[in-house]
């Protein structure tokens, strides 16, 4: 029997395709965290453009990314904003005071609702 090394060539081929798994799973967590961090960025930049559409470049900038895009449609706001070679796009409304106070509540019995008024509210 002269094979005698032949298990630690296997076992080196082992773990180099072991070594070669824990590389690529560990590229792909790290895209997934770069994925997380620039979408998280760009809701807050479309936060701040449909509030103050002057404040979404100075919002990127201070969350270390670059505004790529603005549009302004009435209430709504789209930004495209890049970070650490991720893209991603977020969208924000900026709804009229008092919104939410007209949206016929059911009362305590469920087939009737309560309606609203004819003016707006706020």
Aim: glycine content about 8%.
């Amino acid at each position: 029997m002269r094979e005698r090394g032949s298990i630690s060539v296997l076992g080196v081929g082992i773990l180099a395709v072991i070594g070669v798994a824990i590389v690529l799973l560990g590229q792909l967590g790290a895209d997934a965290v770069r994925r997380a961090r620039v979408t998280a960025v760009a809701d807050v930049v479309a936060m701040a453009a449909v509030a103050e559409p002057d404040a979404a470049a100075r919002v990127a900038t201070a969350n270390k990314a670059s505004l790529v895009s603005s549009a302004r449609d009435s209430f709504q706001t789209e930004v495209v904003v890049r970070r650490d070679g991720a893209t991603a796009t977020a969208r924000a409304e900026l709804l009229p005071l008092g919104w939410w106070r007209c949206q016929s509540l059911a009362t305590v019995d469920p087939v009737h609702f309560e309606s609203c008024p004819s003016t707006p509210v706020g």
